[in-house]
C-alpha cells in the first residue's frame, strides 16, 4: 500500500522563523508532488508542485525533493501567525492520475 | 486560474434522504475530478475518480450504490449521497484536474459541509 508520512505536529515556530516540514513517500516511481497547505474548516489550497530534484522557491516557500531518499520538504521563511496552518504533502501515484496524501503537520506560528 | 466551486457549501438533511453536490470547474475544462471525505482531524480520503462521460473509479470500500458520481461535461461532476445517515456526515471535497497542465495538479473546491440528522 502506498503510503504518505508527515509528522503530524503541532511545528511551533515563532513569528519571523523558518518552518522546515518533511514527507516521506513509499511509491519510489512517483514523479509528482504537491505541498497544499489547509486551514480549519476550509479545502486544501495548492501552494507548492515540485517535479524534479532540488530545489523550487516561490515567495517565501521553498520545497526540497530527493528522490533516492524518497523525502519531500518544505520550508516557510519568515513565517507569519497566517502561516498557522495544516500542511498536506501529496504524491502522485506512479501509476494513474490519483494523489495520496499524508496526514498533515499543524503548523503553529507565534507572534 | 483554475477556479472550482462547489454547491452547496453545507447542508442538513434527515436521515433516509438523498443530497446532491455539485462541483464545477469555473475557467478550465476538468478532464478529470475527484471526490474526497474528510472526518475531523483526519486527512483526506479519496472517494472516487471521475472521467467525464465515463463511470467513475470507486476506490475500495466506498459504496458504488450509495455515493453516485456523474460526470456529465468537462465542467461538472455532481456525487449524490443516498439514503444518508449520521454516519455520513463529514466534510465532502472535489478536486479537478486542468487537462491543460503537464503536471498533475489538482485544484480543490471549498467543500460541502453535510450533516445528517
Known amino acids: 500500500q502506498k503510503e504518505v508520512e508527515q509528522n503530524s505536529g503541532p511545528l511551533s515556530v515563532p513569528e519571523g522563523a523558518i518552518a522546515s516540514l518533511n514527507c516521506t513517500y513509499s511509491?519510489?516511481?512517483?514523479?509528482?508532488f504537491f505541498w497544499y497547505r489547509q486551514y480549519s474548516g476550509k479545502s486544501p489550497e495548492l501552494i507548492m508542485s515540485?517535479?524534479?530534484?532540488g530545489d523550487k522557491e516561490d515567495g517565501r516557500f521553498t520545497a526540497q525533493l530527493n528522490k533516492a531518499s524518497q523525502y519531500v520538504s518544505l520550508l516557510i521563511r519568515d513565517s507569519q501567525p497566517s502561516d498557522s496552518a495544516t500542511y498536506l504533502c501529496?504524491?502522485?501515484?506512479?501509476?494513474?492520475?490519483?494523489?495520496?496524501f499524508g496526514g498533515g503537520t499543524r503548523v503553529l506560528v507565534k507572534p | 486560474g483554475a477556479v472550482v466551486s462547489q454547491h452547496p457549501s453545507w447542508v442538513i438533511c434527515k436521515s433516509g434522504t438523498s443530497v446532491k453536490i455539485e462541483c464545477r470547474s469555473l475557467?478550465?475544462?476538468?478532464?478529470?475530478m475527484f471526490w474526497y471525505r474528510q472526518f475531523p482531524k483526519q486527512s483526506l480520503m479519496l472517494m472516487a475518480t471521475?472521467?467525464?462521460?465515463?463511470?467513475?473509479?470507486?476506490e475500495q470500500g466506498v459504496e458504488k450504490d450509495k455515493f453516485l458520481i456523474n460526470h456529465a461535461s468537462l465542467t461538472l461532476s455532481t456525487l449524490t449521497v443516498t439514503s444518508a445517515h449520521p454516519e455520513d456526515s463529514s466534510f465532502y471535497i472535489c478536486?479537478?484536474?486542468?487537462?491543460?497542465?503537464?503536471?498533475?495538479?489538482?485544484?480543490f473546491g471549498p467543500g460541502t459541509r453535510l450533516t445528517v440528522l
Open positions: 478536486s479537478a484536474r486542468d487537462g491543460r497542465l503537464a503536471g498533475n495538479e489538482q485544484f
Open positions: 511509491d519510489r516511481g512517483s514523479q509528482s
Open positions: 515540485i517535479y524534479s530534484n
Open positions: 501529496a504524491v502522485n501515484e506512479a501509476a494513474g492520475n490519483k494523489l495520496t
Open positions: 475557467d478550465f475544462q476538468a478532464t478529470t
Open positions: 471521475s472521467n467525464e462521460g465515463s463511470k467513475a473509479t470507486y
